[in-house]
């Protein structure tokens, strides 16, 4: 049932479901880049989830055509703890927006994991 979905409407939550769900993915790598990306409603409630890319010690690859499902929230993970976004990150994050603004379905934000901790891309104003 919705009401029974996981909000996500904030960076936190999104780290939060990352933390409950994505890395209990068998295939998920604690020692790479994994980028998932999270399935909403309109209403900003967690459908599910799916792993896009495993990548690197440093690097994920990944496309727009793997990524974009209506209302999506990105959250990768960056294996040395440090949640600050990469160049390579903000780059692929104003890709994505803009592929997602062509296709009609917003990014909702891109939220970085660490140890501890996590940062939002939207949060630090690179959402334009």
């Given at each position: ?40 409603t309109?209403?900003?409630?967690v ?19 793997e ?18 976004p990469s ?37 630090l104003?690179l959402?334009?």
């Amino acid at each position: 049932m919705p009401e029974d979905m996981a909000l996500c409407d904030t960076p936190a939550k999104a780290a939060e479901y990352w933390n409950r769900h994505v890395v209990q993915n068998p295939s998920y790598n604690p020692d790479c880049e994994c980028l998932a990306v999270l399935l909403l409603t309109t209403r900003r409630r967690v459908k599910g989830h799916y792993l896009v890319s495993i990548g690197t010690l440093d690097t994920v690859l990944v496309t727009p055509r793997e990524v974009f499902r209506p209302a999506i929230v990105l959250v990768h993970n960056h294996p040395s703890g440090e949640p600050d976004p990469s160049p390579a990150d903000m780059n692929i994050t104003r890709e994505l927006i803009r592929a997602g603004r062509l296709l009609r379905i917003e990014v909702f934000d891109h939220v970085i994991i660490g140890r501890p901790g996590h940062c939002s891309l939207k949060a630090l104003g690179l959402f334009y």
